[in-house]
């Protein structure tokens, strides 16, 4: 079984600073891998996705992140985050099969400071 | 066009009664499924259904859990003899067919809250 690993609970930073989100994630067989943000009170919303192609991808909002194969990660980085940013953040792996199979990570939460 | 819409919003019940749990899923979405999010948790797979029928309801925790899909459109989540552990956010999430988009789209969730 899939797994997902979002070793910081809570990350604290201040706004105008860059910050890194960090996921890894345990199959090593082909992988589709997501981020999904959650503010307060709200659905979950995608951030970005990998599917295949550029191991650097873009999302909304400014964020982007990048997929590692060699080190089975898929951080999250923006390089200058908004008091709006602050919210829950979920990396998610597929192994392109629906149900069981797309797994979500613990979440991060993002605490942008003034 | 209209999202994923959850119906209640919220729900308190007592140990041992029954509830349901609604999703109207975006129009022409094919897929649909059921989470469940505890408190400083991620998602937790619950079922899934292509049109009308459970393509894998393994995360169901028991046989108290149910869904149904009658006509490929709206869900219901069902849990009979309800306990306090069910109390959690249940979510549900809509895609199009495999192969062509794997995004999920959420619906704000219903917070269940089991006295």
């Known amino acids: 079984a899939q797994s997902v690993t979002q070793l910081d609970s809570q990350v604290p930073v201040f706004e105008e600073a860059p910050v890194e989100l960090r996921c890894n994630y345990s199959?090593?067989?082909?992988?589709?891998l997501f981020w999904y943000v959650q503010y307060p009170n709200q659905g979950l919303q995608l951030l970005l996705k990998y599917l295949s192609g550029s191991t650097l991808v873009k999302g909304i909002n400014g964020f982007e992140a990048e997929f590692n194969k060699s080190q089975t990660s898929f951080h999250l980085r923006k390089p200058s985050v908004h008091i709006s940013d602050t919210a829950e953040y979920f990396c998610a792996v597929s192994d392109g099969n629906y149900g069981q199979n797309f797994v979500f990570g613990p979440g991060t939460r993002l605490s942008v400071l003034p | 066009g209209a999202g994923v819409s959850q119906t209640p919003s919220n729900k308190v019940t007592e140990k041992g009664k029954y509830v349901e749990l609604r999703c109207d899923p975006i129009?022409?979405?094919?897929?649909l499924y059921w989470y469940r999010q505890s408190l400083g948790q991620g998602p937790e797979f619950l079922i899934y259904?292509?049109?009308?029928?459970?393509?894998?309801d393994s995360g169901l925790p028991n046989d108290r859990f149910f869904a149904v899909r009658p006509e490929g459109s709206v869900s219901t989540l069902k849990i009979q003899r309800t306990e306090r552990g069910d109390s959690a956010v249940y979510l549900c999430?809509?895609?199009?067919?495999?192969?062509?988009?794997?995004?999920?789209?959420f619906g704000p969730g219903t917070r269940l809250t089991v006295t």
């Open positions: 129009s022409g979405h094919t897929a």
């Open positions: 259904f292509q049109g009308t029928g459970a393509a894998d």
């Open positions: 999430a809509s895609s199009s067919e495999p192969g062509v988009s794997y995004e999920q789209y």
């Open positions: 199959s090593s067989v082909s992988v589709y």
